[in-house]
């Protein structure tokens, strides 16, 4: 049973589309993050909401937009794909916010803007 | 804002061999740090993490150091087996709010 579910694998798409990454997560966690990572491989946090809250914000361009239903999803909106947009994009979930707890990843959604 | 650095970037070793990988932090409030194992096309994975009250863990053939004076801590990778070979990660986090990675360090075990 996949505890941390992200869809599409891959998104092969051409700059300027809309495109939109789904994330699910079946553990309970109260936290849920949306990390970047680009060919270099570095980590960089994107956003983190904690019950459908907006805790983190980090400096992303505003063409991302996500969007948390419930405290078991998390999605990512992506408006007027640029070519920096390619990576791999990684939902992540963590039980608790004042008492850190292990990061789960999901499998990572592949984006390639041509 | 925590800024995390790791060295080296990359490190080749001999099988049966000691790995070391080093981080620093700058955010002395930092409380948590684990380390994350991503193995090629994969997620990447805790494979084990330390708290700031604690000097070091140990957990079968990986080890974890933590100094908070100098704000640095390390993994610590003994009988090194081909199947370690992957890219670690370290990280730092204040209260599970922000988890601020390293850039990685990438592990190839020699047969």
């Known amino acids: 049973d996949t505890a941390v579910s992200q869809t599409p694998k891959y998104l092969v798409t051409q700059m300027g589309n809309d495109k939109s990454i789904k994330c699910e997560q079946n553990l309970g966690h109260d936290t849920m993050y949306w990390y970047k990572q680009d060919s270099k491989k570095f980590l960089k946090i994107m956003f983190s909401y904690n019950n459908k809250e907006l805790i983190i914000n980090e400096t992303v361009p505003n063409r991302f937009s996500p969007k948390s239903p419930d405290k078991a999803h998390l999605n990512l909106h992506i408006n007027s794909l640029e070519l920096g947009d390619s990576a791999v994009y990684f939902c992540?979930?963590?039980?608790?916010?004042?008492?850190?707890?292990?990061?789960?990843f999901g499998e990572g959604s592949r984006l390639t803007v041509l | 804002g925590e800024n995390v650095e790791q060295h080296p970037s990359t490190l080749s070793v001999q099988e049966g061999d000691s790995a070391v990988i080093k981080c620093t932090y700058s955010?002395?409030?930092?409380?948590?740090f684990p380390w994350y194992k991503q193995e090629l096309g994969k997620r990447p994975q805790l494979i084990i993490d330390?708290?700031?009250?604690?000097g070091e863990k140990k957990d079968q053939r990986i080890a974890v150091t933590l100094n908070k004076t100098a704000k640095h801590f390390s993994l610590h990778i003994t009988e090194t087996q081909p199947e370690d070979s992957a890219v670690y990660f370290c990280a730092a986090c204040l209260d599970g709010q922000n988890f601020v990675f390293g850039p990685g360090t990438r592990l190839s075990v020699l047969p």
């Open positions: 992540a979930s963590s039980q608790q916010v004042y008492a850190a707890g292990e990061l789960f």
């Open positions: 955010d002395s409030a930092s409380n948590y």
């Open positions: 330390i708290r700031s009250n604690v």
